[in-house]
């Protein structure tokens, strides 16, 4: 249990030069977004700081010296007007174009940012979306990323800035008296605490993160569609509410944990300038012009003001850098995260796949973290034109081992070949490619038909393509009765207008893009399920007629359809039990035959009991 928690308290703490590099990183970022917007950010910055000393010191002391001297308001007005003139002139200029430059250039960082995280979640196997630690992990890489090296830049830019104050500031102090310098110095004992503070809040945010995205989970269940029916047609409502509740109390949790301990770092902090230092610089700057007569008022005001200024700045070069800090404690989570090496990736020298036989070789698998195994010792071929179907009851493995037709996953025992190469050697992207796949729980998107059944950006000529498509899966009529026919958007997400589809037309929709993509392979896992028994007729008359010169694998619970294949495979408990062609199988009167009896029996009652 130490040991975790030893591990758990080094991820809360980073060096000096991974602070630095991080900060580094953010800049890069930055600039190869937009150089000019990090030069005006550093230069309004450090315009600022230069203004600022020089209102609050020579300009104040000049101004009541001069007064003092018996200088009329004329004079001492213009004086100050030349001094302040070309500064404030360069801070008003750049102030407003770096606005406008911050606006253009954040939306460019956030998108940057946002590609980053897509490409590196795109590139992770499946099995990472099957592990909630993934999605913890996701959400502490991703969460407002973009504004933490927004931010981190900025910090470091006010550093910089903060950095001429203090020589600016100290260079005087020094010359009316170093010991004017102490005061200022006394504050930086809140370093140790700051540094503290950070590594506090990144545990409290870190573990309030979890919680916080249960609650959000939770709150989704209630908005979403998907979900709408079985929040009004069952209890789920209240033991949903329970787990909202849950989440929430284990946010209050933390906050029990850390709030306390946060307090009292920042009261310590503050306590340290606003009770000690200034106090007592106040009390020195007094005796050393009424007492002593060391210095005149204006001096003595200038002093006050510039051991307040001088201050400011190590304590503001301090929490800069402990702001930097802070943000990188986040960002090396995302940099954690941008790190993960793919278990599944090309290797080195990864060859292009060329069509010819599909094999599966005894082929074992077993899904990470589960002892059991789900596919055993299986062996599979399919020709480049052959048709086979894979049945057995639910659970029986059919969806694994298409996942690992299609590489989604590698066995954990055997191999899969095309033309005699393992698919391991192959180039994940191109040996997906040559596969076009219907899933059982496929998605609709929230675009147009066309956009849907394409997949892919718009090319010319994509059209007839689209529409081809969309008649061979039966869908076309539906389509076209829509207001924007292929243009129509679908569901209401995004538009009040947008068309929302029946289950069985949407799965169209999706043997659509099967029809329109030219791959030498296609799989089905149970293409059919939403649809009626006449509609199942076309859609496999048609598939066949599409796939005469190409691979064909389809699952079905419905064994009428596996009747036409070249080959079946029966799986049951991960297991090929029988294999053969339609014929040979009722032949051997088996499970096989059993099932496709009972079901021709079900259809045979139910046409009995409508005619009676």
Avoid at 91 to 104: E, K, N
Avoid at 500 to 527: C, M, R, T, W
Wanted: aromatic share 10%; with cysteine; proline share 3%.
């Amino acid at each position: 249990m130490k040991k975790v928690k030893k591990e758990k308290d080094k991820k809360n703490k980073i060096k000096f030069r991974t602070v630095m590099s991080d900060a580094w990183y953010a800049v890069k970022m930055i600039m190869r977004v937009s150089p000019m917007c990090f030069i005006l950010m550093l230069l309004e910055s450090v315009i600022s700081q230069v203004l600022t000393f020089f209102t609050s010191t020579y300009v104040l002391r000049y101004v009541i010296n001069s007064f003092e001297s018996g200088l009329d308001f004329k004079t001492v007005a213009l004086a100050v007007l030349a001094m302040l003139a070309i500064p404030m002139l360069a801070s008003a200029i750049i102030g407003p174009i770096q606005t406008m430059f911050d606006l253009l250039m954040f939306n460019k960082l956030e998108r940057k940012m946002k590609i980053l995280l897509v490409e590196k979640t795109s590139s992770m196997e499946l099995s990472c979306y099957e592990n909630p630690e993934f999605y913890d992990k996701y959400v502490l890489a991703s969460r407002d990323i973009p504004y933490k090296l927004w931010d981190m830049t900025w910090y470091l830019t006010n550093l910089i800035s903060t950095i001429v104050g203090m020589i600016l500031y100290g260079t005087l102090l020094f010359t009316m008296d170093p010991l004017f310098i102490i005061f200022a110095i006394i504050p930086l004992f809140s370093t140790f605490f700051k540094r503290k503070g950070n590594e506090l809040w990144h545990k409290h945010s870190n573990e309030d993160t979890i919680q916080h995205r249960r609650a959000q989970y939770t709150q989704r269940i209630f908005y979403s569609a998907d979900y709408a029916k079985e929040m009004r047609l069952t209890n789920a409502k209240e033991f949903m509410l329970e787990r909202y509740d849950e989440a929430s109390d284990g946010r209050m949790d933390i906050v029990r944990r850390y709030g306390f301990r946060e307090m009292l770092i920042d009261v310590t902090t503050s306590s340290l300038t606003e009770v000690i230092s200034n106090p007592l610089a106040i009390i020195f700057a007094v005796f050393r012009t009424f007492i002593s007569k060391a210095i005149g008022i204006g001096d003595c005001a200038v002093v006050i003001n510039s051991v307040n200024s001088l201050t400011s700045t190590f304590i503001n070069i301090t929490n800069r850098y402990y702001s930097i800090h802070g943000q990188a404690l986040f960002f090396e989570d995302f940099k954690t995260f941008m790190a993960y090496e793919p278990k599944m990736r090309d290797k080195e020298n990864a060859l292009t796949p060329n069509r010819g036989i599909i094999r599966l070789e005894n082929v074992s698998f077993k899904y990470e973290g589960s002892d059991e195994l789900v596919l055993k010792n299986i062996n599979i071929s399919l020709d480049k034109n052959e048709k086979i179907a894979l049945v057995g009851h639910n659970g029986a493995g059919k969806s694994t081992l298409i996942k690992l037709l299609l590489r989604l996953y590698d066995p954990t025992e055997g191999s899969v070949t095309i033309n005699g190469v393992d698919a391991r050697d192959c180039k994940i992207r191109e040996y997906r490619s040559m596969f076009s796949v219907v899933f059982q729980d496929f998605k609709t998107l929230a675009l147009p038909v066309f956009e849907n059944v394409l997949m892919r950006p718009r090319m010319e000529g994509d059209e007839e393509q689209v529409i081809d498509a969309l008649k061979k899966s039966g869908v076309y009529d539906r389509i076209m009765e829509l207001p924007n026919g292929i243009e129509t958007m679908l569901t209401k997400e995004f538009d009040e207008d947008g068309a929302v589809l029946s289950v069985g037309e949407s799965q169209k929709l999706a043997i659509a893009h099967a029809f329109l993509k030219n791959a030498p392979y296609v799989i089905l896992d149970e293409p059919s399920s939403a649809l009626d028994p006449i509609a199942e007729s076309e859609m496999y008359s048609n598939m066949m007629k599409m796939g005469e010169n190409k691979g064909m694998i389809f699952i079905s619970h419905r064994l009428s359809s596996a009747v036409s294949a070249d080959k079946i495979y029966m799986l049951e408990n991960g297991e090929v039990i029988e294999c053969g062609t339609h014929r040979e199988l009722m032949a051997k009167n088996g499970k096989y035959a059993d099932m496709f009896r009972k079901q021709a029996q079900n259809y045979i009652d139910i046409e009995e009991g409508e005619n009676e």
